[in-house]
């Protein structure tokens, strides 16, 4: 037995464990209707701030647009800053472990967060070696960067581009790849008929750098923040890509529909430039879930979802 298939048992192991605890102390979830009538299909949203419909109000988010619209029960287990490794732990969770077991549809969200995080951290330190008498930590890099701050947001794109050949971003990669492909198999291990949706990664910055293009003082900015994004959301799709060929589960194309809104005048993100204030918030906004919801809906239109049996 090879170290894959290996992984993949023990996987299947601890969450046939956990499951079985769990439902043993009265944990599992479970969504039926009345009695006597047939069950509710459910859906189950894994992954990140995209997921969870961060910054947008109750009911905006995709995943509560297609719960709504396939008439399935929605049990969302997505939190804000997940990254594929804390994906990876919470699956290992009774609870997350019996929820992904009786769910008819799954959709996944990550990888955002693995690359966000590698970036910080390759700023905070290229940052702390320029500026000596003034060391800052990634988050207050992060802060700053958020907040449109102009001379931190010029420091960063003048040392973007080491970033694609930083130690930062191999690591990140390579967890990613390890982390996915785990996340992916040991789902479609203990759950083999599953909907399962995995969504590229967007450039939260292809209109925001349209927008700027012509500007005299933030276009080079903008170039090269889209550019590092670029790289980086081409390198984690192609992960992306791979893990869910390997496990059949769809892939719900966000990458190319927040593109091509882009080049038609729509802005699928929060990112924005107005009254000389520079917004470079990466999350999507309400057109943005919508083109998500869209993407997720024609998938589910052309495959059946079954309600397994108990």
Same mark, same amino acid.
């Given at each position: 037995m090879?170290k ?34 047939q ?37 969302? /287990? @997505? ?11 919470? !699956?290992?969770?009774? %609870? &997350?472990? *019996?929820? $992904? ?44 960067? /958020? @907040? ?11 040392? !973007?581009p080491?970033? %694609? &050949?930083? *130690?930062? $971003? ?57 550019e ?25 194309d ?57």
């Amino acid at each position: 037995m090879n170290k894959e298939k290996r992984g993949r048992s023990v996987w299947k192991k601890i969450l046939t464990l956990t499951v079985a605890l769990s439902m043993a102390l009265g944990m599992a979830p479970a969504a039926y209707a009345q009695e006597g009538s047939q069950p509710q299909k459910t859906y189950v949203a894994l992954g990140d701030s995209i997921s969870t419909g961060y910054g947008l109000t109750e009911g905006v988010g995709f995943t509560g647009q297609v719960a709504e619209d396939n008439d399935l029960s929605l049990v969302s /287990l @997505a939190s804000d800053g997940e990254t594929s490794e804390t994906l990876l732990t919470k !699956l290992k969770d009774p %609870a &997350s472990a *019996a929820a $992904v077991m009786k769910a008819d549809v799954i959709t996944i969200t990550v990888g955002g967060n693995d690359f966000m995080n590698a970036l910080y951290s390759f700023l905070q330190t290229e940052y702390n070696e320029a500026h000596s008498d003034a060391q800052m930590t990634a988050e207050q890099i992060k802060t700053q960067l /958020l @907040a449109g701050n102009l001379q931190m947001v010029s420091f960063a794109a003048g040392v !973007l581009p080491g970033f %694609a &050949s930083s *130690a930062e $971003v191999r690591a990140a990669a390579a967890g990613f790849t390890a982390n996915l492909s785990q996340i992916l198999a040991g789902i479609r291990a203990v759950n083999p008929d599953v909907s399962l949706i995995v969504a590229t990664q967007y450039n939260p910055y292809t209109y925001l750098a349209a927008q700027l293009a012509d500007n005299p003082f933030f276009a080079d900015s903008a170039a090269a923040i889209n550019e590092v994004f670029e790289s980086g959301v081409t390198l984690l799709n192609g992960v992306i890509r791979k893990a869910a060929e390997g496990t059949e589960a769809y892939v719900a194309d966000a990458y190319t529909a927040f593109r091509s809104a882009a080049e038609e005048g729509v802005n699928p993100c929060n990112a924005s430039f107005a009254m000389m204030q520079l917004n470079l918030d990466f999350h999507p906004n309400a057109d943005g879930h919508r083109i998500i919801t869209e993407l997720v809906n024609e998938i589910l239109a052309d495959i059946p979802v079954d309600i397994p049996c108990d």
